[in-house]
């Protein structure tokens, strides 16, 4: 969250002036508060008890003249509120188209930009002004009813000020507990709405494969997930409940309590009745808006501005480095005119095919079941040998290549992942033997396998392949192949033993590790995390971009769960297809 301070403190520091004739309009908006009680004692001591009461109708006669000053001032303050909220709307709005592009132009496109684009900065906006407000109504509201207090009776101010500035300081201290639950929220909010979008579009397969009941109880459980930390969420209005009554309601009866004693000293019933006003109409309401709008719209604007900027890079400042390598003039991996048959007499599964894949580049293989996705990765890594045409990992030839070669530049990721008897800690570095435990656990982090190490026992502990689940076994293999010098990856349905929202977590994180990504699809789903997708459909092959393959290919599409109406609706330019970039080629049999 230290991100969102300095974003924030940057913003006011920016609008120094506005918010100089902001806080001069605010004293005049709090002169009501600081004289309303005042007012009121003099009235009543000075006025009605005295006998005197044109001389009490006076002094009210001056509070209504002190409301018309501050109903001016609550105007031309929220006039101004404009000229400190928009300029930092303005440059939310500068962080999501930049960082979107930067994204873009490194080939992995963000949809959530346009819902950060809407929703999230609008969101910020409104809380951020609402914020702004509620704390700048806090400090002179209140600071206006304790000096009025002071002006009043020192006694007074010292019996309601200890009160509200407990109060103040419980809503301090729980407030840490409020921000991260309210983080929370918004974290299982989304893992939810992921989990539903995957199961809905993957609702295809869930019938046809029997797994409706499966697929209910894994939704349901992100839906109990979302419960759960909504609870925890409510649990916090008891906090809040218990910082007005000890800051809001606490200074009344104190005050009731200390009359006799008041009155003793001096002070007259209108003071005591003065000292009450300004405890239930200055510090009271002031107290509420403050503990209620942080509470809502401050915990919001601090979560929802948390995460735009970690999703985008600050305006003013250079772009990171991103994690794809600079475009080499060698390949990453060649193929040309590949050949490959199981049986000299068997129809060819590839058939002359050419494909450049250039270094740094997401590609994503997809094609209906048994069509020779598996074989493709096998000839890519030098686990097949073709009977015709060459491969090249890095430029060099895979054919005759010793293992030791082909393990430093590329490495593979079966469906059946292979994890042997010995310690986790072996498991995971025996590419990469040297590699110290900081190292691994950063590489868990940015997986999010972090739980899984710590559930298998810490580095140090011994597995043994029967006890893992294959989906355990899939993801310990992903995390050594991260932690692997290689900077080709081949994942060949290397995540098929895993729910989508993990796949998606995956493939995300490895399309932004240094290097090239090759994925052999298991869900459809993938391609449309890929800069350039392979179609396989027989002994063709078509390359282009899932855009481009909806437009251009009727098997794509049927594979993709498009029907004809869909395209027309979801295309702009339906029937043109995108340009093959610079370093692919192609050639499939008529």
């Not at 005119?337 to 494909?355: E, I, K, M, S």
């Not at 899932?546 to 979801?570: F, I, K, M, T």
Request: charged share 20%; aromatic share 4%.
């Amino acid at each position: 969250m230290s991100a969102v301070g300095e974003v924030t403190r940057a913003a006011l520091r920016a609008r120094r002036a506005e918010l100089c004739r902001l806080a001069g309009w605010s004293v005049a908006e709090a002169v009501p508060a600081g004289l309303a009680g005042l007012l009121t004692a003099r009235a009543v001591d000075d006025g009605f008890l005295a006998g005197r009461p044109a001389t009490g109708l006076l002094w009210l006669g001056l509070l209504a003249a002190a409301v018309l000053v501050g109903a001016v001032g609550t105007n031309r303050a929220y006039a101004l509120l404009g000229d400190v909220v928009e300029p930092f709307r303005d440059d939310l709005l500068r962080r999501v188209v930049v960082g979107a592009l930067a994204g873009a132009t490194g080939g992995r496109g963000d949809d959530a930009a346009v819902a950060r684009l809407t929703h999230q900065v609008e969101m910020v906006r409104d809380t951020y002004a609402g914020l702004l407000m509620v704390v700048r109504g806090f400090l002179f509201a209140a600071g206006a009813a304790v000096v009025g207090l002071f002006s009043l009776a020192a006694p007074v101010a010292v019996l309601v000020t200890v009160p509200v500035l407990a109060g103040l300081g419980l809503f301090a201290a729980a407030l840490p507990a409020m921000i991260a639950r309210q983080r929370q929220y918004v974290l299982a909010d989304e893992r939810l709405g992921r989990v539903a979008v995957t199961a809905v579009a993957g609702h295809r397969d869930v019938t046809v494969s029997g797994a409706r009941d499966r697929t209910a109880r894994w939704v349901g459980g992100y839906v109990d997930a979302q419960a759960r930390v909504e609870r925890r969420l409510a649990t916090m209005a008891a906090t809040r409940g218990l910082t007005l009554a000890v800051g809001g309601w606490v200074p009344v009866p104190v005050v009731l309590l200390a009359t006799p004693w008041l009155l003793r000293q001096g002070l007259g019933p209108g003071a005591v009745l003065g000292a009450l006003v300004y405890v239930v109409r200055g510090v009271q309401p002031a107290l509420h808006t403050l503990v209620q709008g942080v509470a809502a719209g401050g915990l919001r604007f601090a979560v929802t501005l948390d995460r735009l900027l970690r999703a985008h890079v600050p305006v003013g400042t250079p772009a990171p480095a991103t994690a794809r390598v600079p475009r080499q003039t060698t390949p990453a991996l060649s193929l040309r005119g590949v050949t490959f048959r199981y049986g000299p007499h068997a129809d060819p599964v590839l058939d002359g095919l050419d494909l450049d894949v250039p270094a740094g580049d997401h590609l994503v293989i997809v094609g209906a079941s048994g069509i020779g996705k598996s074989t493709l990765a096998g000839l890519m890594a030098g686990v097949l040998s073709p009977q015709a045409g060459t491969v090249r990992v890095d430029g060099l030839p895979v054919a005759g290549a010793t293992p030791a070669e082909l393990a430093g530049r590329r490495v593979l990721i079966p469906q059946e992942a292979y994890v042997f008897t010995g310690t986790v800690r072996e498991n995971l570095t025996y590419l990469r033997p040297d590699l110290p435990d900081p190292a691994i656990t950063r590489a868990a982090t940015r997986l999010g396998l972090t739980g899984l190490v710590d559930r298998l026992g810490g580095y140090d502990a011994t597995l043994r392949p029967a006890d893992l689940s294959a989906g355990e076994r899939q993801q310990l293999a992903l995390l050594r192949a991260w932690l692997s010098p290689a900077p080709l990856m081949i994942l060949d349905e290397a995540t098929c033993h895993l729910d989508p929202a993990t796949e998606a977590r995956l493939e995300e994180a490895f399309a932004d590790r240094p290097g090239t990504l090759v994925v052999i699809a298991h869900r459809v789903s993938s391609a449309l995390r890929a800069r350039r997708v392979l179609l396989l459909d027989g002994r063709a092959a078509l390359l282009d971009s899932h855009r481009g393959l909806l437009d251009r290919s009727a098997a794509y599409r049927e594979l993709v769960g498009y029907g004809e109406a869909d395209l027309l609706r979801s295309s702009p330019t339906p029937g043109r297809s995108a340009p093959l970039p610079a370093g692919y080629a192609r050639r499939s049999s008529p």
